[in-house]
């Protein structure tokens, strides 16, 4: 991008519960007046699935009434609570940004949106107890593998300090080859 | 008419219809009726599985059944021992299934939604173990299809109210509904149709299944806390109990009562099933008089239609297992209560049920579990309760069938499910068996 293009910023904050304030605190300071923001939440559409398979397991219980099948009650719930926290969000953010509630495979769903953004502002999951390969969850693991565009990768709470850095092995696996003579 | 004459007018038209049949299918008699019944059977549950149009599922169920009777593969006396035999079940199932109702209605999921809330903090994994405690406690008390039905949705807008990730909890609900219905006769149907032929009482059944129970929900936990761990992270919003709309005491009071009766009426041997009616009454009445229920509503609750299946569905196992699939079942089901048969029990249950599903499982392995002991029957159970677990959809029929009907948006969730039960079923059946077998041999 040159400067004579478009020069505003798009951000897209992907935002998740339990970590979606994170998100919103890391990218408020960074934020230019004319930043152009959107706030994206996806359903996992797994939770209606799961729902309403269990359902279909019992066998012969017919349908439930109207407003009583436990996946379409998800489904309700499901988009009510979307569009609330990303009021929430908008607010934390205290400034405009553009809301979008999606349901799908939420990574794959991410990567999409992330199409044409200049940076994705996303919160770190997994467990966090233990630093390490599993310390990211499988959906920011592809999200963070497969994003079009710059990733800031938020702490979600307090970031660890440089001590968490384990202290080396006492004794180096290979022994590296022997010193050569200084010439 | 006199009952003896009326016996006699029955075995004289039994007798009949088997010499009709007898000429209709002369030549390969067994073979054809065998292959006849099987055709029922399957025609009765792919209907059930499909429900095409949205149509009840006894509607293929009872013309079934009926033919069973009039192709003469299952003699009219036997059918109505069958019902006979299905009818204190079918009116204990009716009373669970509307004091589920009535519970929902006096607001007690609502009540356990907020507590649950208020007591995790905000706190996920507190919330996972509060929905591990709610959902075993419904499951076994209420049955799994009030987890499924009633809790399933509470919990996920519990886990929302907190703005938690809901998947955790969601699975844990569809889950436990299965593994945690071993504990009482009524947390299951599979149960209540078990426990008739297993000659134990409910008291008996219940200390025997305890250990099972705490077995298989441990395996859930330990399973699920791990494969959700990335999901589990974070600090909800701390949502604080309100004064008003606190628990439904009258509800709660009723249930215990209800619970404590099914204990005292095994000792004075009074039918558990009037102790259940006597709860949906004592919940009904004030209910109607308060306007909160009406008569329909109580009726659809009962599900007439659902009684109407079990009811034919049984008539068609029982027909399939005369014609000669009976003989196969005991052949198969290994009999003495060594830990390894029972495990071997517990495993052919699991699979028949994966194939099917749990109920025509239960309905076809019964009869020779129920001759080899009340061990073998309650092994079968912990096949056909954890088994489903495998397939999300509770058998690889309706596993199939959803595929086929969105072939490839639900694929990758498909996956995840199959990885969960591929970690739990197994480790679950071992522990629930050897808990069983423990308890089979300390119990006096």
């Known amino acids: 991008m040159t400067a004579t293009m478009d020069t505003t910023l798009r951000v897209l904050v992907w935002l998740v519960e339990g970590t979606w304030q994170g998100c919103i ?22 939770v209606e699935e799961a729902a309403a398979g269990a359902l279909a397991g019992l066998l012969g219980r017919g349908r439930p009434g109207p407003g009583r099948h436990p996946a379409e009650r998800i ?16 607010a934390r953010l205290g400034r405009h940004a553009h809301r979008q509630a999606a349901g799908g495979r939420v990574e794959r769903v991410v990567v999409q949106a992330a199409q044409g953004a200049d940076l994705l502002v996303a919160a770190r999951d997994g ?57 | 008419m006199s009952r003896a004459s009326f016996r006699e007018l029955l075995g004289y038209w039994d007798e009949r219809r088997r010499s009709q049949a007898r000429d209709r299918l002369a030549g390969v008699p067994n ?52 019902l006979g035999a299905l009818g204190p079940t079918l009116g204990f199932l009716a009373a669970v299934l509307v004091l589920a109702e009535l519970c929902e209605r006096e607001g007690l999921f609502a009540a356990a939604g907020q507590r649950m809330a ?64 071993l504990l009482l006769p009524v947390s299951n149907l599979t149960n209540l149709l078990a426990f008739r032929a297993s000659s134990l009482s409910f008291a008996r059944f219940a200390t025997t299944m305890t250990l099972p129970w705490l077995a298989a929900i441990a395996v859930e936990w330990l399973v699920l806390r ?39 009426a095994s000792l004075v041997h009074l039918d558990p099933a009037v102790v259940a009616a006597a709860g949906a009454l004592a919940l009904a009445v004030p209910a109607l008089r308060g306007r909160r229920a009406r008569l329909a509503d109580l009726g659809r609750a009962v599900g007439l239609g659902f009684l109407a299946f079990v009811a034919a569905l049984g008539v068609v196992v029982r027909g399939v297992s005369d014609a000669g699939l009976g003989r196969l079942v005991d052949r198969l089901l290994p009999a003495g209560s060594s830990l ?15 194939l099917v599903n749990n ?21 079968c159970l912990v096949g056909v309760n954890i088994g489903p677990n495998l397939t999300y959809v509770g058998s690889l029929a309706t596993l199939l069938w959803r595929r086929v009907l969105r072939e490839r948006d639900a694929e990758p969730a498909v996956a995840e499910f199959l990885q969960l039960g591929g970690l739990t079923v197994p480790a679950g059946l071992l522990a629930a068996t050897a808990a069983l077998w423990l308890m089979l041999r300390v119990l006096p």
């Open chain 2, 340 to 354: 390894w048969s029972l495990l071997a029990v517990a495993a052919v249950a699991a699979v028949l049920a994966n």
């Open chain 2, 226 to 264: 791990r494969f959700f761990a990335p999901d589990l992270v974070g600090r909800g919003e701390v949502v604080t109990q309100p004064k008003a709309g606190g628990a439904p005491r009258y509800a709660v009071a009723v249930l215990t009562l209800t619970l404590v009766g099914f204990g005292l």
């Open chain 2, 31 to 82: 073979a054809l009726a065998e292959t006849i019944a099987l055709l029922l059977l399957a025609a009765t549950l792919a209907f059930a599985v499909i429900r095409p149009r949205g149509l009840p599922e006894a509607v293929a169920a009872v013309p079934a059944a009926l033919l069973m009777v009039a192709l003469g593969i299952l003699p009219v006396h036997a059918a109505l021992d069958e």
């Open chain 1, 25 to 46: 605190d890391a990218a408020k300071p960074l934020l230019t007046q004319d930043a152009q923001i959107t706030l994206l939440h996806v359903a996992p559409t797994e």
């Open chain 2, 359 to 379: 109920l025509p499982a239960i309905l076809l392995l019964l009869p020779a579990a129920a001759a080899a002991g009340p061990g073998s029957v309650l092994a």
């Open chain 1, 127 to 183: 467990d966090r107890s233990r630093l390490g390969p599993a310390s990211l969850g499988p959906a920011t693991r592809f999200v963070v593998d497969h994003a079009p565009c710059p990733v800031l990768l938020v702490w979600p709470d307090q970031a660890p300090g440089v001590e968490s850095i384990p202290p080396p092995p006492p004794h180096p696996p290979h022994p590296g080859p022997p010193a050569r003579p200084p010439p």
């Open chain 2, 118 to 181: 208020s007591a995790s903090r905000g706190r996920p994994v507190a919330l996972l173990g509060l929905v591990f405690v709610v959902g075993a406690a419904v499951t076994a008390v209420l049955s799994l299809d009030a987890t499924v039905v009633l809790l399933t949705p509470v919990v996920f807008a519990t886990a929302l109210r907190l703005r938690l990730r809901p998947k955790p909890h969601v699975y844990a609900c569809t889950h436990l509904a299965n593994s945690a219905s």
């Open chain 1, 75 to 90: 489904s309700v719930l499901s988009a009510q609570e979307a569009a609330e926290l990303l009021a929430a969000a908008e």
